[in-house]
Each structure stands twice: as C-alpha cells, then as structure tokens.
C-alpha cells in the first residue's frame, strides 16, 4: 500500500515537472514579445478563451500607474452581438467582424492622481500597452483601435457598452487569432535618439 502511494506521489511530481517545462519551453522572452508584437487586423473569426482573456487582463493591470493610484477599468467583451455592435459605429475597427474577443482599456480622471485627466490617459495608455504584449505573448493577434480623443467613436463605445458618463473609453482593442498576414514593422531609426543631450 505504502508502495502504492510512493510511487503515484512521485508520478504526480513527475506529470507537473513535465507540464512546468512545457509551459516554460513556450514562454517567450520578453524582447521577442516586444520585437514581435504588430497590429493584427486579419482574424480567422476562432473565439478567444476567457482563461487567455484573464491573462491578458491581468497583464493590463501590471502596467506602471503614477502613485500607484489605477484609474484603470476594463470592458471584456467575447459576445458576437457586442463585437459587431462596437463594429457598426467604428469605421476604422472593422476587423473587429472577425475578431474573437475585444478589450476596452477605460480610465477616470477623478481617480488618477491630482484627478490629472492627462495622468489617466498615460496611466491607461500603459495599461493597453501592456495588454498588447499580454497578446503576443499568447500568440494571438491584437490591434490598438482608437476611441479617445474621438468624440463620436467614444460616445459610440459608451452607449452600446453603457459606460458611466465619467468614464473615458480610450481603444477597442480587437483580439483575434491570427489568419498570418500581418507582420512586424522595423521602426528603428538612429535618428530619433539623442544620446546625453538633444
Ligand atoms: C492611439 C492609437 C490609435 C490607433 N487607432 C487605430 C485604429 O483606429 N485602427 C487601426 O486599424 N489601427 C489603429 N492603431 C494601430 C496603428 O495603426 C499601429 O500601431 C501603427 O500603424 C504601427 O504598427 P504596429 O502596431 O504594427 O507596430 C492605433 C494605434 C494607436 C497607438
């Protein structure tokens, strides 16, 4: 009996082990997310699951937030009613048609610190940042559309996701799987950085 139990505990360690190193083997550097990472506006139409959306969601919440105040929500939408509703207002996010989920990255002045409305929008802008990589890294595909500064795009996204008065949407940022058209671009110029002084 005590065999038994010996031997099914160090198969149980073992199955985890193997399991770790899978999911380790996968793990992406953090440089080839960020070299990896590109607006992906083709979608297969495949649903993105809630357990990648947690993840993603999670990673948003990780961003730097000055005084550490978050003025951040989100809106975490998988419904293909509410896809396409966000869809019929915001002509500049039609992949969302084939997109399998969506994120709103929302913020609030009144909770940024000094109730900076410029603090919330940086704060959030890190947030949908970190949500971009969050995506890359899970091997997904994701594209930053704008609602902020748009007064008719946010007012669009307000009313079809009843988003208090208060609350500034800043992006829908459509999630998708990939169809594999879209690649990075090289956005290195030497001439953008000034070393020690301008
Ligand atoms: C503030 C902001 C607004 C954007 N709005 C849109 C948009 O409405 N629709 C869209 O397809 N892409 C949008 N983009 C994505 C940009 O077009 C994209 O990031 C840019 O072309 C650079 O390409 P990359 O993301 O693949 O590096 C937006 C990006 C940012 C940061």
């Given at each position: ?70 003025p951040w929500s989100f809106v975490a ?8 509703d966000l869809d019929a207002g915001l ?47 899970l091997d997904l595909g994701g594209v ?55």
């Open positions: 009996m005590m065999k038994r139990i010996v031997i099914t505990f160090f198969m149980c360690l073992l199955m985890a082990g193997l399991v770790y190193a899978k999911e380790d083997v996968k793990m992406k550097d953090t440089f080839s997310v960020i070299h990896a990472r590109k607006s992906v506006r083709n979608f297969t139409g495949a649903t993105v699951s809630k357990s990648d959306l947690d993840k993603i969601l999670k990673a948003g919440m990780a961003a730097p937030t000055a005084v550490n105040m978050q939408i998988t419904e293909r009613k509410i896809l396409d002509p500049y996010a039609k992949m969302l048609t084939k997109a399998g989920a969506a994120i709103i990255v929302c913020t609030e002045p009144d909770k940024a610190y000094e109730k900076s409305k410029d603090m919330a929008i940086i704060d959030a802008a890190l947030a949908g940042e970190n949500i971009l990589l969050a995506i890359e890294a930053w559309t704008a609602a902020y500064p748009y007064p008719d795009r946010m007012k669009h996204v307000k009313t079809v996701l009843k988003i208090p008065e208060e609350v500034i949407p800043l992006n829908v940022i459509a999630i998708g799987v990939l169809a594999g058209q879209d690649k990075p671009k090289d956005k290195y110029k030497k001439e953008n950085i000034h070393w020690e002084k301008w």
